[in-house]
């Protein structure tokens, strides 16, 4: 792991300039959760789906994504914010289980940051067709489109903390079996902050897809810390989530409990902190 993070922060800091914008103050927690956060991570998290629509069955997913934030250069004035998602999928039985890998999703925002209220992400989403089972698991198309990032914060006077991350990948090339998906992936985010850097948040992703149509509209409640294990900082969690609307949406999760642990690897600074002494 340690050779790993050693690795993550010499490509996060390959593009590194003397010059710096400001940064705004947030503690740990805040950045954990945050969008558009330049915090190096290393995220593992698994959704163990109970109840399917359509089937008695389960359902699985496991989730590997780094976080990478660059600084801005002298010749690209924007930091940015590199994420990529890989899955390991177990499908519900139909009519048998099917486990393989997912398709694997690119993510790039370019930061614009305003201590005076917060920070705006923009830049491309990409998926990419790596799963190993097309018919069962992926998607079968390569898509890219716009991703959007909002993130509200006032520093450390405040627990509360607001934003969203919009992404609307196109179907383009692939599969010619396979539609072009056009999706819609918006992911508002509510959280409130409590002392010794505990948290309950809101983040469930709703999916609006316009081809072939289908809706989702998922509801969630989570709980969360962030904590340090022999020196090593990491945000631990526990969410419930449950699918409140659908449309042909058949052989999706219902109900599904996620839990993850993100190793965060912080730089030098002093991290914020507020009248309660979160850390």
């Known amino acids: 792991m340690k050779r790993f993070a050693f690795f993550l922060c010499l490509l996060s ?29 290393l995220q593992f998290e698994d959704w163990y789906s109970h109840s399917v629509w359509n089937t008695e069955s389960t359902s699985n997913t496991f989730v590997v994504r780094p ?7 002298k010749s690209f ?10 899955y390991a999928v ?7 289980h099917v486990t393989g890998l997912g398709d694997t999703q690119f993510l790039d925002l370019f930061l614009y940051e305003n201590p005076n209220w917060g920070r705006i992400g923009l830049g491309p989403i990409a998926i990419l067709p790596s799963a190993t089972n097309q018919s069962k698991i992926g998607q079968g198309k390569w898509q890219a489109g716009p991703a959007l990032a909002v993130m509200l914060l006032n520093g450390c006077d405040t627990r509360w903390q607001l934003g969203f991350l919009a992404q609307n990948p196109w179907g383009f090339l692939g599969n010619s079996a396979k539609p072009n998906v056009i ?8 959280a409130v902050h409590f002392p010794h850097n505990w948290y309950l948040l809101s983040n469930a992703q709703m999916t609006f897809q316009w081809r072939p149509h289908s809706v989702q509209v998922p509801v969630n409640i ?14 631990a969690f526990m969410e419930a989530e ?13 109900f599904t409990v996620k839990v993850g642990f993100d190793f965060l690897f912080p730089d030098c600074k002093p991290t914020c902190l507020d009248k309660a002494g979160r850390t």
């Open 67 to 73: 976080v990478i934030p660059l600084n801005k250069t």
């Open 222 to 235: 989570g709980i969360g810390k962030v904590a340090t294990i022999k020196g090593q900082p990491i945000n």
């Open 13 to 41: 800091s390959s593009l590194t300039a003397a010059e710096e914008m400001d940064t705004l103050q947030e503690t740990l927690a805040e950045q954990a959760i945050d969008f558009t956060a330049p915090l190096l991570q």
């Open 77 to 86: 004035p924007f930091k940015q914010l590199i994420r990529v998602s890989a």
């Open 90 to 96: 177990t499908t519900p039985k139909n009519p048998r």
């Open 183 to 190: 999706s819609l992936f918006l992911q508002p985010l509510l």
């Open 242 to 254: 449950w699918v409140v609307y659908k449309t042909n949406a058949d052989f999706k999760p219902h």
